[in-house]
């Protein structure tokens, strides 16, 4: 028998700002559409590590990540958490191998210490060397996908009222008119239809017909 084929990893990397924060529902979403799960990380500069304790920036990194993980586990996502130390470019690419990850979702914002114009951006290094395809999530491209997933789920909710109040605007209209019709047609046969099939053979089952088939119309305009 076959080996159970071992579920995929989307690496997230952050940085710790706000602006970050952006590639979390892009993650989400092609993590449910991969069914993956995702690894978030976080890289360290080695000086904000201390072997014989924990430091303050090590230990707001895991706050902060174990923060977005139980956020996505609450999605009903496997997610965790991993911190590293070192240049944050090549750390990525390393966790990227060392995890086997499938897709690698960066923000276009992270920026390593020294100069871009030196080093190139992080997003650039991770890019030229990843073993996997790289998302580049830019931070106004992350809050439009956020509020468009807000408005849709807003939409979803109130579609099936909307739809209910469409039927029943369309069912009153048609009530309406049908029974205008019906008074017009009583009217007519009361002054004129006696007189109307003394002279003439006429069908009213086709007038009446034809006056639901009016009625049908104008109520669909309504």
Request: charged share 15%.
């Amino acid at each position: 028998m076959s080996e159970e084929a071992q579920p995929r990893t989307i690496l997230v990397p952050l940085d710790l700002t706000p602006a970050g924060e952006v590639k979390i529902p892009v993650a989400e979403e092609y993590a449910r559409a991969l069914g993956a799960d995702v690894l978030l990380l976080h890289v360290l500069r080695p000086g904000d590590v201390d072997p014989s304790s924990v430091s303050p920036s090590e230990a707001v990194a895991r706050t902060y990540l174990d923060s977005i993980g139980a956020h996505l586990r609450g999605a009903g996502i496997h997610a965790e958490g991993v911190l590293r130390t070192g240049a944050p470019g090549p750390i990525i690419v390393q966790e990227a191998l060392i995890r086997d990850v499938c897709l690698i979702i960066i923000g276009t914002n992270v920026r390593p210490p020294l100069s871009t114009a030196v080093l190139g951006s992080v997003a650039d290094q991770v890019a030229r060397a990843a073993p996997c395809p790289v998302l580049l999530v830019h931070p106004m491209q992350g809050m439009r996908h956020s509020m468009n997933s807000s408005v849709a789920s807003s939409l979803a909710g109130i579609a099936p009222s909307l739809f209910a109040l469409a039927v029943l605007v369309h069912t009153l209209g048609l009530i309406l008119v049908a029974g205008a019709m019906a008074i017009l047609f009583y009217q007519f046969y009361e002054r004129w239809g006696l007189g109307l099939l003394r002279h003439t053979w006429f069908n009213f089952d086709l007038l009446w017909a034809l006056a639901l088939i009016i009625a049908g119309g104008a109520a669909l305009v309504v």
